[in-house]
Structure formats: C-alpha cells, structure tokens
C-alpha cells in the first residue's frame, strides 16, 4: 500500500459529514508539523454548527527579510463531506475505505480526500528532496465547504487579509477530472448571485377581475424580456452569464381567488464580463420600465475568478504532461467551490483533482489507478516552482 492511499484510507474512515472535521485536520496537522509547519486552528460558526479551520505555513528556508519576497503555494482543500445517504444503498459503509474492482470506495473518496492525502504525501516528498527550498507552502483545509461556507475558507482569508499575508499560487483539491486525473483543470469560476423578486397586484374574485390586480399577468411580459436577455457574450474562457428562475409561487391555492403577490426565486451565474451591480441594475430596469410595484432582494453568493496562463498553469500543465502524458484541458465549468475565496487574496488559483464522476452520490470511488499519479502531480508541481526559483 502506498503512502498516498493508506493516507487517505485513514481520512475516509473520519465520519466527516459537514460540519464535523472528526480529527482529518489533527492528522493532517500532525504530519505538516512534523516537516517544520506551523499550524493555526480557527474554529467558528455558532454551537449547533461548529466549523474547523486549519491553516498552516512553512516558510521558505531563508532570512526573514529574504522569506518575505518568496513566493507561498497554498493547497487548499476541505475534509467535510456530504452525508452519506441512505446506508442500505451503499455496497460497503461508506466510512469504511473498501478497495474493490481496481476502486476505492468511501465517501470522500474523490470528493477530496484522496486529494488531501495526495497533497501530504507530495509535500512530505519534495521536502525530503529540497529541504532548504526557496519556496514556502501552505495548506489552507476547512470542514465548511459542503455546507453554508460562511464559517470556513470564507473566515480563513478574512484573517489572512487582515494580517497582510500574500498568497502567490493556489491549488484546489477539488475533483477536477472527467476520464483520467489530469484531463482537466479549473482555472476558473463563474460567479453566482441570487434574487428574490415580490411583485405586488391586489387581490381579488376570479369573476371580477377589473376590481383586482394579477401580478402574474403583469409580470408575465417582463419576465419574457428577462429570459430573452444577452446579459453579456462571454469571453475565451467563460461562457455569456446566464440567468433562471428556480421557483415561482402565487395564489392561496383556492381556482377562484386572483393572488395579491408574487414571488420569483432566481439565479444569475455570471463570467468576468458582467459584475453584481451591473446585472442588479439592467434586471431592475426592466421591472421599472414595465412599470411594474415590487420588492426586489440580492445575495451574491460569489464572485468570478479568473488565472490566466502564466506560472502556476504552466507548472501545473507541466507536470500533468510529464506524469501522464495528458494536455490539460483547462474550463471554468461546472458551480462555485472555495476558490471563489481564496482568489481575493491570490492571484493565481487553480483547481486539480481526480474524476468527478462518483461525487456526491452512493458508492463514491475513486480509481486506484489514479491516486498516485495525482500524487506524482501535485510533486512535479512543487519541483517546478522550486525549479523556477533556483534556476
């Protein structure tokens, strides 16, 4: 058994439904310190809903006045899981790692744990090999993805900024690939921003319809114009900003009653060519063109972020073609994960993990064919930012 997967055999076997960490972290930590980290445990979010943060650092091996000029990589990543579902669905318990048919069965396999052992047991090797590197890494793990995220990676960043603490590179465990680890990696997020639209009528009799005021039918020729809408086109590598309704509900539920109101639950998923306030104002124009009387509220949920080809997806490419011979396809795909976060305080963030085909669903697995390549990845990558630096 490789390092990689009895790591991650022992993470799996944590019954780390969200919020619970259920000791990923201490192990983790235990094995980052070991190799000179320092760790820092931040835990927030009320009582019934405890979360746990760890960040940990290890500095570059030079002077203090030489460390604060060097570059940090972060592997970020978050040891929650979703529950388990119903057990009698599983093949095997899903917080007991089962190796079967050339696959690793648990849940977390894919959705990331593999990718936090593969994290480990890189840094554990490079630092063996380059000791006294120029590089300094972090490790930045939460047990709030899953869930709400207001208590994790979200609380992390909030204290890293308020020390001034700069982030160079990011990785993002996150399972990335389709068919083999490697096949693709997100070098980006759409952002995602939520509405809830009330539009006042006056209720009425069915039968007496000039005595009432149906918001349905005066919403109706609005929300046409919305649906139509070009929000934006896109660029090379998101596509235009979309926007759906996600739920509509009006009436009392009586055939002869006219409702009174309205309410429209909807989404924006939107690129870098759109912002929050431009979306707010061209949605809010047409309600005010169709004179329309509503009340209208936001929650952005995120914002979009962006690495366009430079050092950290050229290290990353890099070692993905050395290690399987594959050319990356880089996508910003797919719905939000911590990167959103971290990409406030980082310039470069990308996410990379193994095949995202079993997340989230009963007997998630991940191949055992691809856990040490993974592995093999994340230490070409480091070898190729150490490189970078010494050359």
Same mark, same amino acid.
């Not at 840094?123 to 590089?135: D, R």
């Given at each position: =058994? ?8 022992? #993470? ?18 235990? $094995? ?59 093949? %095997? ?49 939460? %047990? ?16 890293? $900024?308020?020390?001034g603490e700069r982030l160079d590179y990011c990785i993002v465990g996150e399972p ?7 096949? =693709? ?7 995602? =921003? ?23 039918? #005066? ?19 998101? @596509? ?31 690129c870098t060519e759109s912002t929050p306030e431009s979306l707010q104002a061209r ?13 209208l509220s936001w929650v952005v949920g995120g914002l979009p972020f962006l690495t ?21 396809? #880089?996508?910003? %795909? ?38 040490? @390549? ?14 970078? #630096?010494?050359?």
């Amino acid at each position: =058994m490789t390092a990689t997967l009895a790591l991650a055999k022992q #993470l799996i076997a944590c019954p780390s439904e969200t919020p619970q960490d259920a000791h990923c972290q201490n192990i983790i930590g235990q $094995r980052l310190a070991a190799l000179g980290f320092g760790l820092e445990t931040l835990v927030s979010g009320p009582d019934h809903f405890r979360v746990t943060n760890l960040w940990a650092k290890r500095p570059a091996a030079q002077s203090e006045q030489a460390q604060a000029a060097t570059p940090l990589i972060v592997f970020a990543g978050h040891t929650d899981v979703v529950p388990s579902g119903p057990l009698e669905q599983w093949t %095997s318990d899903p917080f007991t790692p089962t190796e079967r048919d050339g696959k690793l069965y648990g849940r977390g396999a894919a959705d990331m744990k593999t990718s936090l052992a593969a994290f480990v047991v890189a840094t554990e090797e490079f630092i063996a090999a380059q000791p006294a590197t120029p590089l300094a890494i972090g490790f930045l793990l939460t %047990s709030d993805e899953e869930g709400p995220a207001l208590d994790g990676t979200v609380k992390v960043v909030e204290l890293l $900024r308020a020390r001034g603490e700069r982030l160079d590179y990011c990785i993002v465990g996150e399972p990335t690939s389709v068919k083999r680890t490697g096949d =693709m990696i997100k070098n980006g997020r759409r952002g995602t =921003m939520s509405g809830r639209l009330t539009v006042k009528g006056v209720q009425g009799h069915i039968a007496y319809p000039q005595l009432a005021k149906n918001p349905i039918h #005066l919403l109706a020729p609005a929300l046409a114009e919305l649906v139509g809408l070009e929000w934006d086109r896109g660029n090379a590598f998101f @596509p235009p900003t979309s926007w759906q309704v996600s739920n509509i509900h009006g009436g009392t539920g009586a055939s002869n009653v006219i409702p009174g109101t309205l309410v429209v639950d909807f989404n924006f998923r939107f690129c870098t060519e759109s912002t929050p306030e431009s979306l707010q104002a061209r949605l809010q124009a047409v309600l005010d063109r169709h004179g329309l009387d509503f009340d209208l509220s936001w929650v952005v949920g995120g914002l979009p972020f962006l690495t366009t080809p430079g050092t950290l997806v050229d290290a990353v490419a890099s070692a993905i073609r050395a290690e399987t011979g594959l050319a990356t396809e #880089l996508s910003t %795909s797919g719905g939000t994960s911590d990167g959103r976060f971290i990409a406030s305080i980082c310039p470069q963030v990308l996410e990379l993990g193994p095949p995202n085909a079993s997340i989230h669903k009963i007997d998630e697995c991940v191949a055992l064919a691809d856990i040490e @390549p993974l592995k093999n990845i994340y230490r070409r990558v480091l070898d190729n930012l150490h490189t970078g #630096l010494v050359a």
